[in-house]
């Protein structure tokens, strides 16, 4: 076989492909562990749909925490349904922001808690739009080989990265 042939495929192509999946975090592993999580208290906004609209309700709950004068934290999203088993208008999610306990939330946004509990956390540090996926794949495959499935609701809670040149990391919560 000659190898010359495929050169620059290989050089146009899939070396680039490669690149960009490994600076989005493509290779990063994924840390799934036992531990408590929260307490949490949020500002969010309902949505029901399509869970691919969710960034586009995260924009409008940052819109809203701003008009309102209000710091807001790391974006956190509730997916209360299980996407294998919903109907992807049927689906239910509340997407918004961590807020002080201080903080006065007005309409639009409603405000909630989630106490501490203990849960299945994975971590996976990765591009935002690549991240979700890894992470429940991970999470699948872990229960899976220990007999059980994911339950909902799941918890994701995004840090975004310090520099321009490190990718965010994703915790998804599992309640146990």
Known sequence: MNLKKYLPFLFAFVLPLLAVYT??????????EETVAGPYRYAYLESKGDY???PDVSVKAAAALRAAGIESG????????????VDVGERM????????????ISLPLEV?????????????????????????????????ARGKGIQMP???????ADSA????????????
């Open 74 to 85: 790391k974006p956190i999203t509730l997916l209360y349904s299980n996407p294998d088993l």
């Open 112 to 144: 909630d808690t989630i106490p501490p509990r203990r849960v299945l956390v994975v971590r996976v540090r990765a591009g935002s739009m690549l991240a979700p996926g890894r992470a429940y794949a991970a999470l699948d495959e872990y229960l899976q």
């Open 154 to 160: 799941t918890v994701e809670i995004y840090q975004a």
């Open 23 to 32: 600076w989005w975090g493509g290779f990063n592993p994924v840390v799934i």
């Open 52 to 54: 691919s609209k969710l």
């Open 93 to 104: 999610a509340r997407t918004g922001y961590l807020v002080s306990p201080d903080s006065k």
């Open 165 to 176: 040149l490190r990718m965010g990391q994703l915790s998804v919560e599992m309640n146990l």
